[in-house]
């Protein structure tokens, strides 16, 4: 799977317990409330391509990505993720046009999250928290086709226990809010292939558009979002050998707009690739489009 789409999906940004703005395609450090639930769905669509070599891949994967959130404690929560996907790679062989596509569930991924530290003063917060959770192969990985079985990355599932941690800092004021996230992901072997693990760095501010001063009664607020996400994914394993055409590094902008009220929030965004440095042959990303909306209850 490319960089791009693991980056998106291995940690979805997950809510607080009122509706703050927060990052888009990344974690938040911002509380569930004690015995409340939090919903998020996303539509994620991404498509990369520039091949070089005859076959002229071209690939497409559409997710549907419901995630729920439970508080715990007042400093403890817990995160479930399922996704659903439509993945399409248009490729030439023998001198055809060939497509070779899958739809289903996806791979389940629980995760908990947990702040360390946390110091208030009125008007802001400043909150950290690690997370860690572990991906639960629930989605088909032997799809086949008239040509046979599928390649991994067009597979609904991965067939692997794969694990994943990291941390995040939130920094929210009244007019805007700084979030950075670090995190890995160890991908497992199954059916002799084992995917790259996949290291992130993500930063995103959200800042107020609207209203420009606040006031009794004020009903909604309009965020301007701009992040980076920096994704290297290491080589995939095929048969216990290094798989040279796949794996690198790509550094994305990401601008979107988040329309916040209390409850719920309606958001979008796209991670458009700004430097790409991938091995041999590895597809590069276009670009992944996001649009969702979350609420609490």
């Known amino acids: 799977m490319k960089p791009a789409l693991k980056s998106v999906l291995a940690v979805l940004c997950l809510s607080a317990a009122n509706a703050w703005s927060a990052p888009i395609t990344f974690n938040t450090a911002l509380p569930v409330h004690e015995g409340g639930w939090v919903l998020r769905e996303q539509l994620v669509v991404m498509k990369a391509g520039g091949d070089s070599t005859p076959a002229r891949r071209d690939m ?54 947990y702040t360390v530290y946390q110091r208030d003063a009125p008007g802001r917060t400043l909150r950290i928290a690690p997370f860690l959770g572990v991906k639960a192969p629930t989605g088909e990985d032997d799809a086949r086709d008239h040509l046979g079985r599928l390649p991994p990355a067009v597979q609904a599932g991965s067939g692997s226990w794969d694990v994943l941690g990291g941390a995040v800092l939130t920094w929210q004021t009244l007019e805007f809010e700084i979030d950075s996230q670090v995190s890995y992901k160890v991908n497992r072997e199954a059916r002799g292939f084992e995917a790259g693990n996949v290291a992130a760095l993500d930063a995103s501010l959200q800042y107020r558009l609207l209203p420009r001063s606040l006031g009794a009664g004020v009903p909604a607020f309009l965020y301007g979002v701009l992040e980076a996400n920096l994704v290297h994914a290491a080589r995939d394993r095929v048969g216990g050998a290094d798989d040279p055409n796949s794996g690198g590094t790509i550094l994305f902008l990401t601008p979107g707009l988040q329309y916040v009220t209390r409850k719920w929030i309606v958001e979008a965004a796209v991670q458009l690739p700004v430097i790409q440095h991938l091995h041999g042959t590895a597809l590069e990303s276009d670009y992944v489009l996001t649009v969702g909306f979350r609420m609490n209850f």
Request: proline share 4%; aromatic share 10%; net charge positive.
């Open 60 to 113: 497409e994967a559409t997710g549907l990505v419901s995630v729920l959130g439970y508080g715990v404690t007042p400093d403890f929560a817990l995160f479930g993720m399922l996704p659903w996907f439509d993945k399409r790679l248009d490729m030439r062989m023998g001198g055809q046009h060939l497509t070779r596509r899958k739809a289903g569930v996806g791979d389940l991924t629980v995760l908990g999250r």
